[in-house]
């Protein structure tokens, strides 16, 4: 079955270090992956989006890679704050089983991530 | 300019009530969704609308109904409330099922079955 991993376990780190999440899939040939930042009782807000055919992308303090070979994204914070602190969730556009069909955003369960001061 | 809005925020029903959550969004999104998150399993799709008169199933459409009559409402319709069915719903819309916009989410409704 298809399936999107993240570590179900919280990240815990200091402010200042770089916090990396990790994004697994099996069994997609996503076209697109996106990650989202969600903060308890909020929906998810959209961070960055990288295509397959991207290695790389950044915005700000963050930075996305993604590795098609190895089916993984993982997702940079550098120098981070406790603003940060939040769950992250990775989320795939699945392109369609038939010609003429729709992608569709399939998301991971999420990583919590702590910063602490 | 709202976004995607949500109502009712918080809702609690009987087993078997029906019910309708209500999603408008005023950013001219042809694409829109809804989405359950319970905890541990992420958010999974329900039903998504492509644009106005056009739906389709998600991963777990069972127990919900959806029709897309305007560009700007998704309405969600649970036909018989189950227990199964305590979750809180977001819903969701993006330009173009290209993703490449993102999708902006409204601040979801949290249901209890009883």
């Known amino acids: 079955s298809q399936k999107i991993e993240q570590n179900s376990e919280a990240l815990n780190i200091q402010e200042g270090k770089t916090a990396t999440l990790t994004c697994n899939y099996t069994?997609?040939?996503?076209?697109?992956l996106q990650w989202y930042r969600q903060d308890p009782g909020r929906g998810p807000v959209f961070l960055l989006l990288i295509r397959e055919n991207e290695k790389e992308k950044r915005k700000e303090r963050l930075k996305v890679t993604f590795d098609t070979t190895l089916k993984q994204s993982l997702f940079h914070i550098t120098a981070s704050q406790p603003a940060d602190s939040a769950t992250y969730l990775c989320?795939?556009?699945?392109?369609?089983?038939?010609?003429?069909?729709?992608?569709?955003?399939?998301f991971g369960a999420g990583t919590r991530l702590a910063v602490h001061p | 300019n709202a976004g995607v809005t949500q109502t009712p925020k918080f809702q609690v029903l009987k087993t078997g009530q029906s019910m309708t959550l209500q999603c408008a969004q005023d950013?001219?999104?042809?694409?829109m969704s809804w989405y359950r998150q319970d905890p541990g399993m992420g958010l999974r799709l329900i039903h998504y609308?492509?644009?106005?008169?056009?739906?389709d199933q998600g991963e777990v459409p069972n127990g919900y109904n959806v029709s897309r009559s305007t560009t700007e409402d998704f309405p969600l319709r649970l036909l018989s409330a189950a227990p199964s069915q305590t979750s809180v719903y977001f819903c969701?819309?993006?330009?173009?099922?290209?993703?490449?916009?993102?999708?902006?989410f409204g601040s979801g409704t949290r249901l209890t079955v009883v």
């Open positions: 609308s492509v644009g106005a008169g056009i739906t």
């Open positions: 989320a795939l556009a699945r392109r369609p089983l038939f010609s003429g069909g729709y992608n569709k955003l399939i």
């Open positions: 069994n997609y040939s996503p076209a697109y």
């Open positions: 969701a819309s993006s330009y173009s099922d290209r993703f490449t916009y993102g999708y902006t």
């Open positions: 950013m001219n999104h042809e694409y």
